[in-house]
């Protein structure tokens, strides 16, 4: 990625691209640089009120709809509106997730929070969009992946957390979850011929709203990590956005040995 920066996405005119929680963050970054290339940007949020305010704040064509990942319901009812107006997309991101550091809660359809929303909402709207992506040239789904992975574990007898829970061991079952399912996805989707790419991308050490949840309750050591230890969304974009164009000679996923940041390979968060 040395070198590399938003300046440098191609053209996106004609192209039809989705960032869920794109309100704030990485995923207002995102969605900024790709609508200032010239695509339209479906932000995918839970508060339309908060994404009506971002969508001013972005240069170019968007369109805002409501999305929930924690309830079955929202995420079908938003695809099947979404692909009737749009049957082609071009890119998914999976952007949205969280952090919750509190007691154990579920979603709507009681999955365990982390879980249900970060991996298994994520799940089912690719899974429903995935015509829609395989409609254009060469479709492409981005999923944020986390470095939590890489001490995690998904214990099958318990994969809702039910048992000995603690709040940073369902994060980062949820975000190893999402790497293998990236990693899957683009297998499958090679093995299958169809003409769309599955790649994770990482932000690195992120300061955006999840920070301060993830960090303050560990008192003033935590609000200082919080405040000033992280690089902002709009230097993390440059990865992002990277993985959400196409590269003419490399695939990502399972595979790529050689695979940059931004791409199918395992990466952090």
């Given at each position: 990625?040395s070198?590399?920066?938003?300046?440098?996405?191609?053209?996106?005119?004609?192209?039809?691209?989705?960032?869920?929680?794109?309100?704030?963050?990485?995923?207002?970054?995102?969605?900024?640089?790709?609508?200032?290339?010239?695509?339209?940007?479906?932000l995918?949020?839970?508060?339309?009120?908060?994404?009506?305010?971002?969508?001013?704040?972005?240069?170019?064509?968007?369109?805002?709809?409501?999305?929930?990942?924690?309830?079955?319901?929202?995420?079908?009812?938003?695809?099947?509106?979404?692909?009737?107006?749009?049957?082609?997309?071009?890119?998914?991101?999976?952007?949205?997730?969280?952090?919750?550091?509190?007691?154990?809660r579920?979603?709507?359809?009681?999955?365990?929070?982390h879980?249900?929303?970060?991996?298994?909402g994520?799940?089912?709207?690719?899974?429903?969009?995935?015509?829609?992506?395989t409609?254009?040239?060469?479709?492409?789904?981005?999923?944020?992946?986390?470095?939590?992975h890489?001490?995690?574990?998904?214990?099958?007898?318990?994969?809702?957390?039910?048992?000995?829970?603690?709040?940073?061991?369902?994060?980062?079952?949820?975000?190893?979850?999402?790497?293998l399912?990236?990693?899957?996805?683009?297998?499958?989707?090679?093995?299958?011929?169809?003409p769309?790419?599955?790649?994770?991308?990482?932000?690195?050490?992120?300061?955006?709203?999840?920070?301060?949840?993830?960090?303050?309750?560990?008192?003033?050591?935590?609000?200082?990590?919080?405040?000033?230890?992280?690089?902002?969304?709009?230097?993390?974009?440059?990865?992002?956005?990277?993985?959400?164009?196409?590269?003419?000679?490399?695939?990502?996923?399972?595979?790529?040995?050689?695979?940059?940041?931004?791409?199918g390979?395992?990466?952090?968060?």
């Amino acid at each position: 990625m040395s070198g590399w920066t938003a300046d440098r996405i191609p053209d996106q005119h004609g192209k039809v691209v989705v960032v869920t929680g794109a309100n704030s963050g990485l995923g207002l970054v995102t969605a900024t640089e790709l609508a200032r290339r010239g695509a339209h940007v479906v932000l995918a949020v839970r508060n339309l009120t908060a994404g009506e305010e971002a969508a001013h704040r972005i240069p170019g064509d968007t369109e805002v709809r409501e999305l929930d990942l924690a309830s079955l319901a929202s995420v079908r009812a938003f695809a099947a509106k979404l692909t009737a107006d749009h049957p082609s997309v071009d890119v998914l991101v999976n952007n949205a997730g969280l952090v919750h550091l509190g007691p154990r809660r579920t979603t709507a359809d009681g999955f365990e929070l982390h879980v249900g929303t970060n991996m298994l909402g994520p799940y089912a709207l690719t899974g429903l969009l995935l015509d829609a992506l395989t409609a254009g040239s060469g479709g492409r789904v981005v999923s944020l992946s986390s470095i939590t992975h890489k001490n995690a574990h998904l214990d099958f007898g318990d994969l809702m957390s039910e048992h000995g829970y603690r709040a940073s061991s369902a994060y980062g079952r949820s975000k190893l979850a999402t790497t293998l399912f990236g990693l899957e996805l683009d297998r499958r989707l090679r093995a299958a011929g169809l003409p769309v790419v599955s790649a994770l991308a990482h932000p690195g050490l992120t300061r955006t709203n999840l920070t301060p949840r993830a960090w303050e309750h560990r008192g003033r050591f935590g609000r200082l990590i919080a405040a000033g230890a992280f690089w902002p969304p709009s230097r993390w974009s440059r990865g992002r956005c990277r993985s959400c164009v196409p590269r003419p000679t490399r695939r990502c996923g399972a595979g790529s040995s050689s695979a940059p940041p931004g791409s199918g390979r395992p990466a952090a968060r």
